[in-house]
């Protein structure tokens, strides 16, 4: 709907923005593919399809999340973990759902400081323009 916290994020604009967007297009892509009309469904059938189908938002958290972590270093020049990222932006659901996975990627659980420094980079790279 017009109040979701991803059109908030995007419109933030610069590589924050795009990270959002990025794992929005991910996410629908997958969920189209599978389901050709799932923007014609109402609401509540459309949400329960999602929630069968979370590998889509997983691999839409692993864009969005390698998305950042390469801007961090390439923009500030800061190395990040992935699982810093996902406690410092998401909800513990999303870092959960992502350490369920088949994802072949590195996932630690980060301490208090990865975490606090995580969420000073993303200030920052907020205010970075592309």
């Known amino acids: 709907g017009p109040d979701a916290p991803a059109l ?3 419109a933030v604009g610069g590589y924050y923005g795009t990270s959002a967007l990025l794992h929005e297009v991910v996410e629908l892509d997958i969920l189209l593919e599978r389901e050709p ?3 014609k469904w109402n609401r509540n059938s459309a949400r329960a ?3 069968l189908n979370e590998d889509a938002h ?3 958290l692993v864009a969005e999340y390698t998305y950042l972590q390469c801007q961090l270093e390439q923009v500030l020049g800061e190395e990040v973990e992935i699982g810093a ?3 410092a932006n998401t909800t513990m659901r999303d870092f959960d759902l992502l350490a ?3 994802w072949s990627g590195h996932l630690l659980v980060p301490d208090t400081a990865a975490v606090d420094r995580a969420r000073r980079l993303l200030a920052r790279l907020r205010e970075v323009d592309l």
């Open 8 to 10: 908030k994020d995007i």
């Open 37 to 39: 009309g799932l923007l």
């Open 49 to 51: 399809f999602l929630n």
């Open 58 to 60: 997983v691999a839409a």
């Open 85 to 87: 990222l996902l406690w």
């Open 100 to 102: 369920e996975s088949d």
